[in-house]
Every structure is written in C-alpha cells, then in structure tokens.
C-alpha cells in the first residue's frame, strides 16, 4: 500500500506512478506484431498507442468500429510512420471471436504478443448472446477461445522468428472478491445468486486461472511462449459505468489511491516488452513488479477445472461439449476425420456423427446425446468404447453428409449454459 500511494518503484526499477511511455522506454519493437482487445479506448488505447511508438505493428480488436477507427486516426496523428489495423470482434458473442479469427489469420500476418484488455465490470444481470452470463461471457470465455484459436498461429510465429512469444491477460485485484468457491461452475448463468461485484470477481480470477494453466501447459509443451497475468491498478476509464453511486462515492474520497491512465497501461506495456522478462511465465504483476495472487488464483486443480469447463463450453479447436436432442435418432454413420490431441478418447474431427438410441441402451429415446463442436459445420464426437472402431477410415456420402448436417441444424443444440443455436 506504501508504495502505491508514494510511487516508490519495487524491484523492476518501475512502480505505481511509472507510465506506459517511462517503462517501455528504448525498446525497439519493431519485429514485433501484437493484438489487443479493445484497443480503441481507456488504457487499451494508450497500450496500443505507446506500443505502436515503440514501432510495433499493432492490430486493434474492437467491437465498435467507428470508435476503433477514430482510435487509429489519433494514434497517426501523433505517429504518422505508426502500423495499425483494426478488425472487429465481439468477446460476448463465440461466432464474432471464430470469426475474427479467422480473419486474421488470412492476413497472413505473424503473431508475437496477445495482449487481453477488454472487459465490461459490474453489469447488471444480463446473458450474452451464446446465453453466458454476460461477464464470465466477455471477459473470460471469450478471450479463453480467442487465444485457443490464435495460439497456433503464436507458435508458428515463435520458431519462425526465434522471438519468444508472450500472452498477456488483463485481470484485477477484484479476483480477492469472487463467490466462495472461486468460480461457481455449476451456477455460472444463476440469476438469483448473481452478484456484480463478485460476478466480476469470478471473471477476473478467472482470467489468472486462464494464464496460469496455459503457461504450465506451453512449458510441458516446450513451446516459446509466456502468459503472464496483470493487474493495471485503478484507473478512472469508461469500465466504470455501472458502478452504484457508493462505488463512485468510495472513488473520491480514495483518489490518492487511483492512477491516470498512461500509468494505468504501464504494467500492461511493461510485462508485453521489457526484455527482462524474458523466460518469465505464469506469473501476476501490479505496478509493474511480480506480486503474490489470492490462494485460488494459485490453486492448481482449480485452474485445471476452469480450463475443462471452458473447453467444454465454448468451441474450440480441440473439443467443446454441447448437447444435442435428438427425438428419432439415427443409426450410426462416420465420417473420415483424425483425433483430436486427448488420446485418451476416441474422438473424430470432421463433420457429424449421430449415434442411435438402440446402439446406445443406456440411453432412453429423446434423452441427451453429448457431441463436441469445433465449427458450425464441424463436429468432434464420441465413439462407443466398445465400438471396435479404430482411426477413422471409413467416409459417407456428400448427400449423406449434406442431410446430416441439415438434420444437425434442425436439432436443439444447448450448452451447459443454455441454447447455443
């Protein structure tokens, strides 16, 4: 607390009142290509100001173009030589994040930093368009798929180039104030035991929970990528507009405590830069020095839940359950696909697989099959263990396929949050 309201610098030399500019100072970035969500305002904006002086090529991701555009034509204003784009995306909505994606990977562009700003904080109760609450939905979900859908693309980058990749999320000391049980997996869209403030609690440990689990799992992998979490302080940008008017009173009478906003992007700049925090991994930074996290960001299992629960919850290039009613289903067809990187299931990755109530005894007609979704025309499924199916070498008719997918399409289709389409 000391040296937040003094400024004094920790360890890395830089503290609270440290800008963005101050910490990134002499640092040529021009190799580097980064992506930042929500890059068109507040420390997002400053983050991909200051980035883009550094000589980095800086790619917006925005959900309101026009405010994204104007971002990009201030940033230019001052720093004419400045390379930006900007692209739309939608963290609230999984068909917005698929799409991006997809768009940026067809600029054929390399990848060195993701960088996951955006966020909403203390919305009323509210479901995204995928029917996820609404902050679990923006705030985590969608940057959990969004760095699924782009982390090949930062390893091809890593060894072409030789150039350590880095992750970094956004999160908060609000993650200290989440529900009981740190991530309330089985209630995640319950309305009558919605909080705001812990809702977005919950979303920002989760986003530490998000780091800490990729980072062990790139490191197992070998992979020449970091993830590091951080906390950028508190600043007075637009996040605060549903705040109560106690949270705005509270505001002023601790101003000393808040910082501006070129501070406020400092850690943010620092951790995506600074080559002395090369090799650093899986670790939560405030005020630009390494700081201790609650017990549940720290807690192991519980971010090797988070990651399976989300990886079943949101599509994905490996595996997303969803839950498919079928009222007449059909007798088993494949199509030729691969395995998935699970091994330990026999999962198919290529168009749709229906398997019939009768082939399925412990399963009654009309109940719940389970399938995995990858896109919307692509299905990961689940062979019976005792199919006596190896890799998959058999394929189906293109009309076989076509009606099957329109079948597919027809169906309900729910996640364990609700309707998905």
């Known amino acids: 607390m000391f040296r937040l309201i003094t400024g004094i610098a920790g360890h890395s030399g830089f503290g609270s009142a440290s800008t963005a500019e ?27 100001r200051v980035l883009a002086l550094r000589n980095a090529h800086v790619i917006i991701a925005a959900r309101n173009m026009e405010a994204a555009n104007e971002a990009k034509q201030l940033i230019l204003k001052d720093n004419k030589t400045a390379r930006l784009d900007v692209l739309k995306l939608d963290l609230a909505s999984l068909k917005s994040v698929k799409t991006f994606a997809d768009n940026f990977i067809a600029l054929n562009l390399p990848l060195n930093i993701l960088i996951n700003n955006a966020g909403v904080m203390f919305c009323p109760y509210q479901l995204s368009e995928d029917g996820i609450e609404m902050q679990f939905a923006t705030n985590h979900l969608g940057h959990f798929y969004l760095t699924n859908l782009l982390l090949d693309k930062m390893k091809e980058t890593a060894k072409s180039t030789g150039i350590q990749g880095r992750i970094i999320n956004l999160t908060s000391v609000a993650h200290l104030h989440t529900y009981d049980e740190g991530i309330q997996f089985d209630k995640i869209n319950e309305e009558t035991s919605y909080s705001d403030k812990k809702a977005y609690g919950q979303s920002k440990l989760a986003n530490i929970l998000h780091a800490n689990e990729l980072s062990r799992r790139l490191l197992a992998e070998g992979a020449n990528i970091t993830v590091n979490s951080v906390h950028p302080g508190l600043i007075t940008t637009n996040l605060y507009r549903h705040s109560s008017i106690l949270i705005k009173s509270l505001k002023y009478l601790t101003y000393i405590l808040w910082k501006n906003v070129p501070q406020g992007a400092a850690t943010t700049c620092y951790v995506a830069l600074h080559p002395s925090l090369k090799g650093v991994s899986g670790k939560y930074f405030v005020d630009c020095n390494e700081f201790k996290s609650s017990s549940f960001a720290r807690d192991e299992d519980l971010a090797k839940r988070l990651w399976d629960f989300s990886n079943k919850n949101a599509p994905n290039v490996l595996q997303a359950l969803i839950i498919v009613y079928l009222p007449q289903a059909q007798s088993y067809n494949r199509v030729r696909g691969a395995r998935d990187n699970n091994g330990s299931k026999n999962r198919w990755n290529h168009d749709i697989h229906f398997a019939s109530s009768e082939k399925l005894s412990s399963k009654k007609k009309n109940s719940p099959l389970e399938y995995p979704v990858v896109t919307s025309n692509t299905l990961l499924y689940d062979m019976p263990a005792n199919s ?27 996640t364990a949050f609700g309707k998905l389409s």
């Open 22 to 48: 101050q910490v990134t100072q002499g640092i040529d970035a021009t190799n580097l290509t980064l992506l930042i969500t929500g890059g068109a305002s507040g420390i997002g904006f400053e983050t991909a």
């Open 388 to 414: 006596g199916q190896n890799d998959a070498t058999a394929s189906v008719e293109s009309e076989s396929t076509s009606m099957w997918r329109r079948r597919a399409a027809e169906a309900p289709v729910r």
